[in-house]
């Protein structure tokens, strides 16, 4: 789509109202209940929606069928991004009540993050449509490591501190308790690190590792650099309530990373045969209508499969706990 810099900046100032109205009403810690959560998971989904709708009136059905396909493959990113979320809240013992600010200031560095990388790879892909044989290649080889931290539940286990927060630590040093919502103190006349701020340090860096493979993906889909930073936007600043909302369920998506693989390696594919076009190559393509409803389908096919599973494991549990309960009784 051929956007004006009025467009950019009245979409800009518009998801960053969306985000101060966010920030207000979660400004106060408190435990969020499943209702507020529901409650807010729905608005975003619906002002996503509402946005796609304006994208079809005044851009037609391509740039609304790229900017659906992209939302959908950056928001089931985003629910596997939650799995790191839990296991770094829990590394950390964050208190409940403070978790959604942090997951806020997380989203928004996010946010961040994601545009420069947006911007970068317009400008990459505007000068070198090689680069497509590498985003493709890159996903192929996600997809395939996707499936092998499945198998090896990588999702189990514990969160390990990169290189960038040790550092952090080791410089400013750490308090041994959380501050309310203070991110620094100072302790002994030095000015120290809550673990508040130590947190958000290691979900905005972890963000940068998950934008390597989202915004390749999101780029297979669309070249539209509106398109995809619109979609990330909307996929990002729901988060912040899905984790809330889904954190009992994230264990029950266990065929979760296997879906997501499937999707990678297809986007992968995609940009493959794109590249091959550009280069001259006759090569059928994907067009955006299929590429929509394959991620629908597999996001579908993935999420019963997974409660289905889940259900059986669950049955198995209890028949074992039973049989033990049994057991122990005939021994008393």
């Known amino acids: 789509m051929n956007v004006s810099f009025t467009v950019w900046a009245l979409t800009v100032v518009a998801l ?11 400004r106060k810690p408190h435990d969020v209940s499943l209702k507020e959560a529901g409650t807010w998971t729905v608005v975003w989904v619906v002002l996503a929606c509402l946005f796609g709708l304006g994208l079809l009136i005044y851009g037609g059905t391509k740039p609304t069928g790229e900017f659906f396909a992209g939302y959908i493959t950056e928001k089931s990113l985003s629910v596997d991004n939650l799995f790191v979320f839990v296991l770094i809240m829990g590394k950390f013992a964050v208190p409940s009540q403070y978790q959604q600010r942090v997951l806020m200031v997380g989203v928004l560095v996010a946010l961040v993050l ?96 998950f934008a390597l493979d989202s915004i390749p993906a999101i780029y297979g889909l669309t070249q539209d650099p509106y398109i995809v930073f619109t979609a990330n936007a909307f996929a990002l600043m729901g988060l912040r309530q899905l984790y809330f909302l889904i954190g009992g369920l994230l264990k029950k998506l266990v065929h979760l990373s296997y879906g997501l693989s499937i999707i990678l390696g297809f986007i992968g594919v995609k940009l493959v045969l794109h590249a091959l076009h550009e280069s001259g190559v006759h090569v059928p393509e994907i067009s955006i209508p299929f590429s929509l409803g394959f991620i629908v389908l597999v996001l579908a096919v993935t999420t019963v499969t997974s409660l289905r599973a889940s259900k059986k494991q669950e049955e198995a549990q209890a028949r074992t706990q039973g049989q033990d309960t049994d057991t122990s009784s005939h021994a008393g």
């Open 114 to 209: 994601r545009a420069g990388f947006i911007a970068a790879g317009a400008a990459i892909i505007s000068t070198f449509s090689w680069v497509f044989y590498i985003f493709g290649a890159f996903l192929v080889w996600t997809a395939w490591k996707l499936v092998q931290d499945a198998k090896a539940g990588s999702h189990e286990e514990e969160y390990k501190e990169n290189k960038l927060l040790k550092m952090a630590e080791e410089r400013f040093g750490v308090a041994d308790r959380y501050h309310g919502t203070k991110l620094f103190v100072v302790e002994n006349g030095k000015r120290i690190m809550t673990p508040m701020m130590v947190v958000m340090l290691a979900i905005g860096s972890t963000d940068v590792l």
């Open 16 to 26: 960053c109202v969306l985000v101060a109205v966010d920030f207000l009403i979660g």
